[in-house]
């Protein structure tokens, strides 16, 4: 048995996928504890997983919400720059405090959120192997493969790489108080020196949760990239009786409409939304997440939403769904693509732009930035994606490739068999630390 302790971001998309992970490896034997703020942590459901507390006296308990509803609404250059100051705040925390919990707790391998620097950095200080998750896209750079939060394609000449290398710089340029802190945090635990999330990817397994199929194809992808399909837990996914009526057949087409659990408060794009699937005649479910009141969502029904609720149940409401309109978070691309349901992108910030370029890529569906949408363009992009067939039919191909990707069972596969050679390598290490810790 192998005793893993689970180092994340706070965003609950994030918190889902690795308590997926970690149940799945509780499962086969294993013991999983989780680092990281209050807020965290009460997300975290399955209460086989140990809950490690940091931050306590540093943060009020509202802290980490707070920090999620500013990562929701940067509004501007200064926002951003709050938000990045965010991620140095939680890393420091993390380094700070975890360093000491991860010995008490006697913790034999990191299992890391790729877009939180802690991991990397508590790996190195304490000699302990970590595997990097990619919950969003894989941050692992090549020259002809955009940043994830760039909107455009795959490089294919002089100009595009050209784009693509400015691009990094600008973006390294924004992300500069981030690498300052990392910096710091090495110099801190004594850790390789380090400035930025890329350099913290694990040299012994990096997951991630899309397909090959699904992402840009790459000539130069790191051996230890492992592409493994949505991490979600094996669960019957049942419609509440509120929405029973979604097993109703005829002939309407049947739109899904969701922007996450960050941006679910964009009224007028829900509106938008709703009035383009009025003018095609089309059903519209539009899940906002608890974003929306209940004066909004009385106006979406009026502007042509047939039903308008908090949450609905995902994967069963895209596997009826014609189409599914989506900020292109990863997580709802990825239960789309599995339900073979074609998409129509609305990307708004961090990694959204190149989820919709690759669904786009994939000829799974269409992409347009909100600002531009109209009510008429997204009806005009509803009606061809509704209209054509081969975007169901290259969302059938997906999703055969997401039931074979295997999810969390090919991630605790893979990560067994990739600490095979770190553990007996760490033998003797990890028996000697047990045995300090411990006494």
Known sequence: MVHF????????????????????LIDRGHSVSWVGPAGVLRQI??????????????????????????????????????????MGDHSETLCDEGRQI????????????????????LGDALGLPWISVACALPLAREPSVP??????????????????????????????????????????????????????????????QTTAEFDFPRAQAPRPLRHVGPLRQQHPDDLVDGLCCLAQRDSKPFVFASLGTLQGWRFGLFKRIALACRAIDARLLIAHCARLNKAQCNALERAGATWVTDFAPQRAALARADVCVTHAGL???????????????????FDQPGVAARAVHAGVGLSMLPAFATSASIARALQRLLGEP????????????????????AAVDAIEKALCLPQRLRTSQTVAEKATYAT
């Not at 501007?76 to 100051?85: A, D, E, K, T």
């Not at 693509?164 to 600008?170: H, T, Y």
């Not at 930025?196 to 991630?208: A, E, H, I, N």
């Open 147 to 208: 940043l994830p939060v760039m909107h455009w394609g795959l490089a294919t000449d002089t100009r595009a790489l050209h784009r693509n290398a400015v691009s990094e710089r600008i973006y390294d340029w924004l992300m500069g108080p981030h690498a300052a802190r990392m910096k710091k945090l090495c110099a801190m635990l004594g850790a390789r020196s380090r400035t930025s999330l890329v350099d913290g990817l694990s040299p012994w397994l990096q997951l991630s």
């Open 390 to 409: 081969t975007f169901r039919d290259r969302a059938a191909v997906l999703s055969a490739s997401v039931a074979a990707a295997g999810g969390t069972r």
């Open 45 to 86: 459901v399955d209460q086989r997983i140990r809950r490690c507390e940091v931050g306590r006296t540093r943060w009020p308990t509202d802290w980490t919400q707070s920090m999620v509803n500013r990562a929701a609404r940067p509004s501007s250059p200064w926002g951003l720059r709050r938000v990045i100051q965010d």
């Open 5 to 24: 302790a689970i180092i994340s971001v706070p965003f609950p998309s994030h918190v889902q996928a690795h308590e997926a992970l970690a149940c799945a």
């Open 102 to 121: 991860l010995r008490q707790i006697c913790a034999d391998v990191l299992i890391v959120d790729e877009m939180e620097a802690a991991g990397a950095l």
């Open 331 to 349: 997580n709802t691309v990825l239960d789309a693509l599995e339900a073979g349901t074609p998409v129509l992108a609305l990307p708004i910030a």
